[in-house]
């Protein structure tokens, strides 16, 4: 079965920007949900931005004002932009489509079917 597959971390330094990019495979990009997760070194995974198919986002409260995620239906593609970014902000992120609960999209990873390998980020200060 075909993976979901992010590209597009790296290091860089605080205040710098990066977009994570997620090639999607049909039968997950059909899926109500699509979000961003990310897991620091002896961190839980966290939820990060999701996207209801419908153009709803919900954000991590650390992270809105500096990321926008989004879609590309033509190319089954889904996008994290990360601005300003901070120290703090170091993790490997992944991709995942899911369901909603209750006609949302929540940032819980339990809700999501399908799943990248990740990418890394590094910021540095």
């Known amino acids: 079965q075909e993976q979901l597959v992010e590209s597009g971390g790296g290091s860089v330094q605080a205040g710098g920007s990066l977009r994570l990019s997620c090639a999607v495979p049909?039968?997950?990009?059909?899926?109500?949900?699509m979000g961003w997760f990310r897991q620091a070194p002896g961190k839980e995974r966290e939820g990060v931005a999701t996207?209801?198919?419908?153009?709803?986002?919900n954000y991590a409260d650390s992270v809105k004002g500096r990321f926008t995620i989004s879609r590309d239906n033509a190319k089954n593609t889904l996008y994290l932009q990360m601005n300003s970014l901070k120290p703090e902000d170091t993790a490997t992120y992944y991709c995942?489509?899911?369901?909603?609960?209750?006609?949302?999209?929540?940032?819980?990873?339990?809700?999501?079917?399908?799943w990248g390998k990740g990418t890394l980020v590094t910021i540095s200060s």
């Open positions: 995942a489509a899911g369901q909603m609960f209750y006609w949302s999209c929540r940032r819980e990873s339990g809700d999501m079917a399908y």
């Open positions: 996207l209801h198919r419908g153009g709803d986002t």
């Open positions: 049909g039968y997950a990009y059909s899926s109500a949900c």
